[in-house]
């Protein structure tokens, strides 16, 4: 039962993946290919590690992948969206979407949509199906972080996203919250640390730290519980 929740919660950290700014990139540019290699830990009464490769990939014009792939010693996540990409609303739209928990003695778990012919985001949650009629402005769990990025490079400091998450759309909030240093393969990098907005009466905590010079490359994930079990990605190496 705790290598299943131990599975789960790694899961659970990654998802939650999601001024005044300046930058040398130009708004609504496609967003450029790259691979980036995470570590991360979760600790809970033990501290387990695990390791993360993350890629976005251009497939067709104006259609792109990104994926992330995380491996541990008790659960590994496969997790790609299939998205198109619109300059004139500086944003992507979910066309496929897939998100699979594989691991020693855990129960597999995969979501899965995508958009149909009936202009559906038609899917499955824990085996059972769903369909939601489509937005041009709706996201998924992973490419929701495309979206961050180029929102950032915009120049804004406040988000809401409408997230298509176990079969259902949830409004997602975020805030640009501050400026930190943090290391990454022997240098120092200047991110902007975006916090989840929660309800007041919500003790849970999500950062996101995202880089400017790097394109905004995602470059740690910290998200905390309220009994003190803490889960982070961090970026280790990027391509």
């Given at each position: 039962?705790?290598?299943?929740?131990i599975g789960?919660c790694i899961?659970?950290?990654?998802?939650?993946?999601h001024?005044?700014?300046?930058?040398?990139?130009?708004?609504c540019?496609?967003?450029?290919?790259?691979?980036?290699?995470?570590?991360?830990?979760?600790?809970?009464?033990?501290?387990?590690?695990g390791?993360?490769?993350?890629?976005?990939?251009?497939?067709?014009?104006d259609?792109?992948r990104?994926s992330f792939?995380?491996?541990?010693?008790?659960?590994?996540?496969?997790e790609s969206?299939?998205?198109?990409?619109?300059?004139?609303?500086?944003?992507?739209l979910?066309?496929?979407?897939k998100n699979q928990?594989?691991?020693?003695?855990?129960r597999?778990?995969?979501?899965?949509?995508?958009l149909?012919?009936?202009?559906?985001?038609?899917?499955?949650?824990k085996?059972?199906?769903?369909?939601?009629?489509?937005r041009s402005?709706?996201?998924?769990?992973?490419?929701?972080?495309v979206?961050v990025?180029e929102?950032?490079k915009?120049?804004?400091?406040?988000?809401?996203?409408?997230?298509?998450?176990?079969g259902k759309?949830?409004?997602d909030?975020?805030?640009?919250?501050g400026?930190?240093?943090?290391?990454?393969?022997g240098?120092?990098l200047?991110?902007l640390?975006i916090?989840?907005v929660r309800p007041?009466?919500?003790d849970?905590?999500t950062?996101?730290w995202?880089?400017p010079?790097?394109?905004?490359t995602?470059v740690?994930?910290l998200?905390?519980?309220?009994?003190g079990?803490?889960?982070?990605v961090?970026?280790?190496?990027?391509?």
């Amino acid at each position: 039962m705790r290598k299943r929740q131990i599975g789960v919660c790694i899961l659970a950290a990654i998802a939650a993946l999601h001024s005044g700014l300046s930058s040398s990139s130009t708004a609504c540019e496609p967003p450029g290919e790259f691979t980036a290699v995470y570590e991360t830990t979760m600790d809970k009464v033990i501290s387990l590690e695990g390791k993360g490769t993350q890629s976005l990939k251009k497939i067709a014009p104006d259609r792109y992948r990104f994926s992330f792939d995380v491996e541990s010693s008790v659960a590994d996540m496969h997790e790609s969206v299939e998205f198109t990409w619109s300059s004139e609303h500086c944003g992507i739209l979910p066309v496929r979407y897939k998100n699979q928990l594989k691991g020693f003695l855990i129960r597999d778990r995969l979501t899965e949509f995508e958009l149909n012919d009936s202009n559906h985001f038609a899917g499955t949650y824990k085996g059972k199906a769903f369909s939601i009629p489509a937005r041009s402005h709706y996201v998924d769990p992973l490419g929701l972080q495309v979206q961050v990025r180029e929102d950032l490079k915009s120049g804004k400091s406040e988000m809401a996203y409408h997230m298509i998450h176990k079969g259902k759309v949830l409004i997602d909030r975020y805030r640009v919250v501050g400026e930190e240093i943090l290391a990454v393969d022997g240098a120092d990098l200047n991110t902007l640390k975006i916090e989840k907005v929660r309800p007041e009466s919500s003790d849970r905590e999500t950062y996101l730290w995202m880089a400017p010079d790097l394109d905004y490359t995602l470059v740690r994930i910290l998200h905390q519980e309220p009994d003190g079990e803490r889960y982070e990605v961090s970026l280790s190496r990027l391509n």
